[in-house]
């Protein structure tokens, strides 16, 4: 796992697609630029559909790990 | 990248084709496409404000197991998508006015995210594209 310090986590795990990314959406409005959020997710799609919105939006991915059942994404906003 | 907008024809009012069309809704305005939406016949029922959270039940081709297993499956309203959806990105709705005759409506009786009612040409004023027809 990454050393970057996450400055707000939001679990997503159980909600089906578009719910974790669209959470994501919210909470990138919310934060100032530079802010690490981190989306705990359990749905499929959201592992080509949450780097499709960072690249489409200019954000920064800063990683994704997988756990058991679910993945982090970690991403930086950057604009 | 394509960024024309998606227009979306929404005729069947149960809630599996409302939560796909919901589901569309969002992953194009996310993308940054611009929705435009023409609600008609059943489609336009289900946005009634007093009948938004109904149960509308499912498509015939769902069956019982279809039933059952859209049911378990959970997850957020339609309308609640369709509200996210609205607030990320351009996603008009609009009843269609010869729907609204049909059933006696005015806007004022829909849900607060339809924005207005207009005629069949109107919509296509903001049509760049295909029309999907759900």
Request: net charge negative; with cysteine; glycine share 10%.
């Amino acid at each position: 796992m990454t050393t970057v310090n996450i400055d707000r986590s939001i679990d997503a795990r159980g909600m089906p697609c578009p719910g974790p990314l669209m959470s994501l959406i919210g909470a990138i409005r919310e934060g100032e630029v530079g802010t690490v959020i981190e989306v705990l997710s359990s749905d499929e799609g959201s592992k080509t559909d949450i780097p499709a919105w960072i690249t489409k939006a200019g954000h920064e991915m800063v990683e994704t790990v997988e756990d058991e059942g679910f993945t982090h994404f970690i991403i930086r906003k950057a604009r | 990248m394509d960024d024309s907008t998606l227009s979306l024809v929404l005729f069947s009012g149960t809630d599996d084709k409302l939560n796909a069309a919901a589901v569309l809704t969002a992953g194009a305005a996310a993308m940054g496409r611009k929705v435009n939406i023409f609600l008609q016949y059943w489609a336009l029922d289900a946005f009634r404000a007093d009948r938004v959270l109904k149960d509308h039940g499912v498509a015939p081709e769902a069956g019982a197991d279809g039933a059952e297993a859209y049911q378990r499956h959970g997850g957020q309203h339609w309308s609640e998508i369709l509200r996210q959806a609205k607030g990320i990105g351009d996603v008009g709705i609009h009843a269609c006015s010869l729907s609204m005759e049909m059933f006696g409506l005015r806007v004022e009786d829909l849900d607060p995210l339809v924005d207005d009612q207009e005629g069949v040409a109107s919509f296509f004023m903001d049509v760049d594209g295909p029309v999907t027809f759900i």
